[in-house]
């Protein structure tokens, strides 16, 4: 009886560990496109997240896959984002407001997430000059399933349901 109860126990932690949100680690990334940008027709072919490392090892080797929007094109605020829809291999962009300190997590396998540095940027607003603080996060559709991003804020947490199709 002690053993199955053991058992039982066991499990449930295990079950319980498993599904517990795990902290998104910051990185250098760039978006790139799969293939030489040279051969692409469209912004929606296939794109990849890598490192700034490969993304200038590339450039050295004259193979040129960044990845550029249409002029004036901004990613949305996570924070205003309700609800994420992605197919396999999509990948979307977000910033992060980080004027207070913000931390991102994830729950669920069904996407990958890489998170930029914190950055500073200058810009003009109304005739002042006003500092902001943001980073990037890059979200790839891995394989057809559900996610939820986290975002723990000094106000509060945020879950954004995400769903690859």
Excluded: H
Aim: aromatic share 8%.
């Amino acid at each position: 009886m002690e053993t199955r109860l053991f058992l039982i126990v066991s499990i449930l932690a295990l079950a319980i560990g498993c599904s517990s949100f795990r902290a998104v680690e910051r990185g250098d990334w760039r978006r790139a496109y799969t293939k030489d940008a040279s051969t692409v027709k469209s912004l929606d072919a296939p794109q990849e997240i890598i490192t700034r490392e490969k993304y200038e090892e590339e450039l050295a080797n004259d193979v040129r896959r960044t990845w550029s929007p249409s002029p004036g094109w901004q990613p949305a605020w996570l924070t205003d984002v309700e609800e994420i829809g992605l197919a396999v291999g999509e990948v979307n962009e977000f910033r992060i407001n980080e004027v207070k300190p913000v931390e991102v997590q994830v729950l669920g396998s069904a996407a990958e997430l890489y998170w930029g540095a914190r950055v500073k940027k200058d810009e003009w607003k109304d005739g002042t000059d006003v500092t902001r603080r943001e980073s990037t996060l890059f979200v790839k559709g891995k394989e057809k399933g559900k996610v939820t991003i986290r975002l723990v804020l000094d106000e509060g947490t945020k879950d954004i349901p995400l769903t690859v199709r």
